[in-house]
T-cell receptor
Framework: DTAVSQTPKYLVTQMGNDKSIKCEQN?????MYWYKQDSKKFLKIMFS???????INETVPNRFSPKSPDKAHLNLHINSLELGDSAVYFC????????????FGQGTRLTVV | AQSVAQPEDQVNVAEGNPLTVKCTYS??????LFWYVQYPNRGLQFLLK??????LVKGSYGFEAEFNKSQTSFHLKKPSALVSDSALYFC????????????FGKGNQVVVIP
């Protein structure tokens, strides 16, 4: 069974479109994250949710809106896509509180044309 | 601010030789340090972590890392590299108390030459 799963794996879309990336974890974790990996492979946190509540919101444009319907899901909706949004987006989950490792999904490669 | 640095961009090593990937950290308080590996077109996989206790931490796939407080380092090591170890390796540190947000280093590309 996949621990953290993201869909879709690849997403190619035109500028100005709105798209969503879905993430689900079956590990029973209470904290989920979205990370962005740019073309130089830099990884940076975007959002963190704990028990469906937003904990971290880094300096991310308002066009990015995470939604957590329950603690097993954290979706990422992006409005008015721009060329600079092209990246690989990783979902992750962990047990909140103690410093345990985070488990990552396979990533979604978003290409905006 | 909590951060880690990976000074090298790429590490080349011959198959069978020892592999070392360097990481130094800058934290206030006790550091919680992690190593992840990313194979091509894959997500990150956890290798090992240092929270407390023994300075030598053993992890997956034969990797280990040594926590050195005086040198503020947490280098990843493997005694004998395999071609299949060729991947991107990330050092990370937990940033906030009570939250597992990770700050990653820039990553090191490891190339194991047959």
């Amino acid at each position: 069974d996949t621990a953290v799963s993201q869909t879709p794996k690849y997403l190619v879309t035109q500028m100005g479109n709105d798209k969503s990336i879905k993430c689900e974890q079956n590990l029973g974790h209470d904290t989920m994250y979205w990370y962005k990996q740019d073309s130089k492979k830099f990884l940076k946190i975007m959002f963190s949710y704990n028990n469906k509540e937003l904990i971290i919101n880094e300096t991310v444009p308002n066009r990015f809106s995470p939604k957590s319907p329950d603690k097993a899901h954290l979706n990422l909706h992006i409005n008015s896509l721009e060329l600079g949004d092209s990246a690989v987006y990783f979902c992750a989950s962990s047990i909140g509180g103690d410093p345990t490792e985070a488990f990552f999904g396979q990533g979604t490669r978003l290409t905006v044309v | 601010a909590q951060s880690v640095a990976q000074p090298e961009d790429q590490v080349n090593v011959a198959e069978g030789n020892p592999l070392t990937v360097k990481c130094t950290y800058s934290v206030s308080g006790n550091p919680y340090l992690f190593w992840y590996v990313q194979y091509p077109n894959r997500g990150l996989q956890f290798l090992l972590k240092y929270i407390t206790g023994d300075n030598l931490v053993k992890g997956s796939y034969g990797f280990e890392a040594e926590f050195n407080k005086s040198q503020t380092s947490f280098h990843l090591k493997k005694p004998s590299a395999l071609v299949s170890d060729s991947a991107l390796y990330f050092c990370a540190v937990r940033v906030l108390y009570g939250n597992n947000r990770l700050a990653f280093g820039k990553g090191n590309q490891v190339v194991v030459i047959p």
